[in-house]
């Protein structure tokens, strides 16, 4: 058996702050698992009414890109200005874009 | 109203307000940054119900004294709390055993107040108060289980908590003249008909905590009629210093 971990794992929080928008990264904490992770998300970043839903995730288990890859991943983008909805007419309705 | 109703407010201000203070005792000694945090929120919904019944038993008093006068210029034997949460928090076993043992009880307390009371003064705070002190009562559980399942020596000192504040909890049930009144008044029900459902509760977290329900046989009582443990006039003094050195001083 391996000798126990004397910290508890990184776990990122994402919270909704209201219906209708998307959860947002807030932050990281220190949990033993997945319930003392969103007890202590509730703790640490809703005490000033921040919060309708709470999202936690092992840091461990997100994949990142590497900076190195920068170039490949976001400059073929640079010259494909139609992609941006600046063309269109966006009706009033329409909010959160 | 019942004439003994203020002193039974008083009863469950004390309680809160003498956990409170305690609780607020670990800010910055947290054993991580989120428990510390967690703590405080706890202390900090304790002391807004203290507040809100403090002033409530003051006004059911009818002598003019707020929630300061009650809070800062009593002695250690004029507060009514039970003598569970003025324990010194030892460990933090010690601190989540006593805040287990006790937040199961508040629970059923403020239930029966919410929907229950004559008074509707006292059923507003009770409801506000039932939605902290639910998230209390899971967090202290979730923890004690965590402990008592948890390594051989986070069981063992956990069992120790247990037993040495085992023989506190009986008072949280006794029942005397002023509770009485306010049970035939329409306020609150015996402390006693709590007893079944909390001994229910606790021996479930218990034996999912795997710990050892302690034989109950000494009865430490006394809080309700001022006879405290020297723990009290301790934390008053500390509590009390600024307000008695500068009377109605302010931040």
Redesign the interface.
């Known amino acids: 058996m391996s000798a126990p971990k004397t910290e508890w794992p990184l776990w990122e929080v994402f919270i909704r702050s209201r219906q209708g928008l998307s959860h947002k990264h807030v932050g990281s904490l220190h949990a033993a698992d997945a319930t003392m992770a969103i007890s202590n998300a509730r703790d640490v970043y809703t005490r000033r009414q921040e919060g309708t839903s709470i999202w936690v995730v092992k840091a461990e288990d997100i994949t990142a890109s590497t900076p190195s890859d920068k170039d490949v991943l976001f400059d073929p983008a640079n010259d494909k200005i139609y992609r941006h909805p600046t063309f269109y007419d966006l009706p009033d309705e329409v909010k959160n874009m | 109203m019942a004439d003994q109703e203020h002193e039974w407010i008083l009863r469950l201000g004390d309680d809160a307000l003498v956990l409170a203070q305690r609780l607020s005792e670990w800010c910055s000694h947290g054993p991580?940054?989120?428990?510390d945090?967690?703590l405080s929120?706890i202390a900090l919904d304790l002391l807004g119900q203290a507040r809100a019944l403090l002033t409530l038993a003051g006004q059911r008093e009818g002598l003019g004294r707020d929630e300061d006068a009650l809070a800062y210029f009593r002695t250690d034997r004029e507060f009514r709390n039970a003598l569970l949460v003025e324990l010194p928090n030892g460990d933090f076993g010690d601190t989540i055993v006593r805040q287990m043992l006790f937040d199961q009880f508040a629970v059923l307390r403020y239930e029966a107040l919410a929907s229950q009371t004559v008074d509707l003064e006292l059923a507003a705070i009770a409801a506000k108060a039932l939605k902290e002190v639910r998230?209390h009562a899971?967090?202290s559980a979730?923890w004690v289980v965590?402990l008592g399942d948890g390594?051989e020596e986070s069981h063992r000192r956990v069992q120790e908590s247990l037993n040495m504040l085992w023989p506190y909890t009986a008072e949280l049930f006794e029942d005397d003249a002023v509770s009485k009144a306010c049970n035939e008044a329409g306020v609150l029900p015996l402390n006693a008909s709590f007893t079944a459902r909390w001994t229910e509760q606790v021996r479930a977290i218990l034996e999912e905590a795997t710990l050892t329900c302690p034989e109950s046989t000494a009865l430490l009582t006394g809080g309700r009629s001022g006879r405290h443990t020297e723990h009290l006039s301790y934390m008053l003094a500390e509590m009390q210093v600024l307000q008695r050195t500068y009377p109605g001083a302010e931040w």
């Open positions: 991580a940054l989120e428990e945090i967690a929120n998230y899971a967090h979730q965590r390594t």
